[in-house]
């Protein structure tokens, strides 16, 4: 696991996958209260639903990251390491795992045009910030930092 990583109340790192995960807390002081809108769908085990939708949320985020370098293990360590990557991951997943909550996993779409959708249109945008900890280039960089 990435001793580097650091957990706080917005972002904590999944010890499972080693992948960040955004909050509860983080999507409250969003606006976006999950508890009350499974409260009101009578969700059966809102911990679990709660849990699937922010892990699912950083597995969009992460496979995004991933798909534009082979050097997968480097990027995850350079999220763990780095606190401004840190914020700016923070802020990707804070953004798709509200647009999975506000449209669902696309992914498992069987319908190709929403598969293509899976994607909040403004991830790369956010993720392609280039940093000086990373060489003047971004997370997404297929080279070598």
């Known amino acids: ?39 009101g769908r009578k969700a059966t085990s809102p911990d679990k639903l709660i849990d699937r939708l922010v892990k699912t949320g950083s597995r969009m985020v992460y496979a995004f990251i991933h798909g534009h370098s082979t050097r997968n293990i480097a990027q995850d360590r350079a999220i763990a390491s780095l606190p401004r990557l840190r914020e700016i991951v923070f802020e990707a997943l804070l953004m798709q795992t509200i647009y999975v909550i506000d449209n669902g ?27 000086p900890e990373l060489g003047g280039h971004s997370i997404l960089f297929t080279g070598v930092y």
Do not use: Q
């Open 1 to 39: 696991m990435l001793k580097e990583a650091v957990s706080n109340d917005s972002m904590a790192l999944d010890e499972t996958t080693g992948r960040f995960v955004i909050t509860e807390r983080a999507l409250l002081d969003a606006g976006i209260d999950l508890r009350a809108r499974l409260a």
């Open 105 to 131: 996993d696309l992914s498992n779409s069987t319908k190709p045009e929403e598969r293509a959708a899976r994607f909040h249109p403004d991830l790369e945008g956010i993720l392609d910030i280039p940093l």
